[in-house]
């Protein structure tokens, strides 16, 4: 017995030494780099200053962009982001601003369009989840965000504030080598599926645009970007958020389900919740979800219709209290 345990601690030290060395070398090459190798349409792509296209794309963005990029006085300087997963902080989301030294000013349309669908920059430095990467969203789309980008917005002006770059912990770190990684361009052009075929219609709105899945799952790390559906729980909620405070704010099941989701809500709770942050039981809906008061009602009530669609789960969520 005394020899098989000796040997059994041998083994385990071995183990242990291979761990710690596996350890020291992805701390230090940290966040693999990536070919930044755009197809020539993208290299040359330009976005024409369309004013359709800019308005939509800051619809987009207020959707999608605006509360994690906007600092003070709700200008696109960024901000520390103490609602981001804390064995994953800290995090700063960066100046998107016109500035060409802090900014983006210097960055192509290719550049941007490369960088919205994949994450990956010109040098080839890759951005880790805090960042959402947009593989399923329109072509048009996309390029409505950049047409915004480039707009005269006020909130994009050039602006020198200017955080550091972020430096990653180990965790970040290990996740982005072993379980995140950029997702492909992709291969045919997406297009919005046409606005009377609801179901399509409404699932392109959650998944592909707003991203209701990603926070309505159960866990960050364990979801499909290409593939929504597969992510673990899909919209069965329980995804461990946090607000401004840091204080754990569960996402709800908004599955179908009848006693743990939301199976037994009318459809106008549905878009009062969804537009408005109502909670159909008394009182707001807490952050990080937020009212979505640019969708319009034939999207939000498509969002409805495509939910119908979606397999119920069952998953009681502890909800937040705001303490007295
Ligand atoms: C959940 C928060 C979040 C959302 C939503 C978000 N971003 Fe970001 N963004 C970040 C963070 C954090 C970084 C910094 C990542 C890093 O250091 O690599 C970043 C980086 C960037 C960068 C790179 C800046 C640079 O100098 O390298 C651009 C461009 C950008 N975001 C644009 C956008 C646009 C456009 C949208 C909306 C379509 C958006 N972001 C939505 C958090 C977010
Ligand atoms: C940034 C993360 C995030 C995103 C994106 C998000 N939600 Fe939420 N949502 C939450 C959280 C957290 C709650 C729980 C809030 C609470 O308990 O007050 C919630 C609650 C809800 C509720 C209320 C459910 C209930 O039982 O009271 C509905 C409905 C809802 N979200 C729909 C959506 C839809 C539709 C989208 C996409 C258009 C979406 N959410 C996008 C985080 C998010």
Redesign the pocket.
């Known amino acids: 017995m005394n020899r098989f345990f000796k040997i059994l601690g041998y083994a385990l030290g071995v183990l242990l030494l291979f761990a710690l060395a596996a350890a020291a070398y992805i701390n230090s090459k940290g966040i693999p780099t990536y070919k930044f190798a755009p197809p020539a349409a993208v290299l040359t792509l330009k976005v024409p200053p369309d004013s359709t296209m800019i308005a939509r794309g800051a619809k987009l963005a207020t ?1 999608l962009c605006t ?1 994690c990029h906007k600092g003070e006085g709700g200008k696109m300087t960024g901000r520390f982001m103490p609602d981001m997963p804390k064995d994953l902080a800290p995090a700063y989301s960066l100046n998107i601003t016109h500035d060409s030294v802090h900014g983006i000013g210097t960055w192509t349309d290719g550049e941007l369009y490369y960088f919205l669908r994949t994450g990956i920059r010109k040098d080839g430095s890759w951005s880790p989840p805090f960042m959402p990467k947009f593989p399923l969203m329109a072509d048009e789309d996309v390029k409505s965000v950049i047409a915004w980008l480039r707009s005269d917005d006020p909130v994009l002006f050039a602006d020198s504030h200017e955080f550091p770059p972020n430096e990653w912990n180990f965790l970040v770190k290990l996740l982005s080598n072993i379980a995140f990684t950029p997702p492909p361009l992709p291969e045919e052009t997406i297009s919005i599926p046409d606005r009377t075929n609801k179901i399509a219609f409404g699932k392109y ?2 998944d592909a ?4 899945y ?3 799952s159960a866990d960050f790390t364990k979801q499909d970007a290409l593939n929504p559906e597969k992510s673990l729980g899909f919209y069965g ?1 329980g ?1 461990p ?1 946090l607000n401004y405070e840091g204080e754990l ?6 599955t179908m389900d009848k006693e743990t ?2 199976g037994g ?1 009318t459809q106008q ?2 878009l009062e ?2 537009k408005y942050g109502k ?3 008394g ?8 009212p ?1 008061t640019t ?1 319009t009602d034939t999207e ?1 009530n498509a ?2 219709a495509y ?1 119908q669609t979606v397999p119920p789960i069952r998953n009681q ?1 502890q ?2 209290k705001p303490k007295d």
Not at 209 to 212: D, N
Not at 249 to 254: A, E, H, R, T, W
Not at 283 to 290: D, K, N, Q, R, S
């Open positions: 959707l509360e709105v959650a645009l707003c991203g209701c990603a926070c309505h909620g995804n958020l704010v569960p996402s709800s099941n908004i989701g939301i809500w709770q549905f919740a969804t909670n159909p039981k009182g707001p809906l807490y952050f990080p979800m937020f979505h969708l939000v969002v409805w939910l969520v909800r937040y």
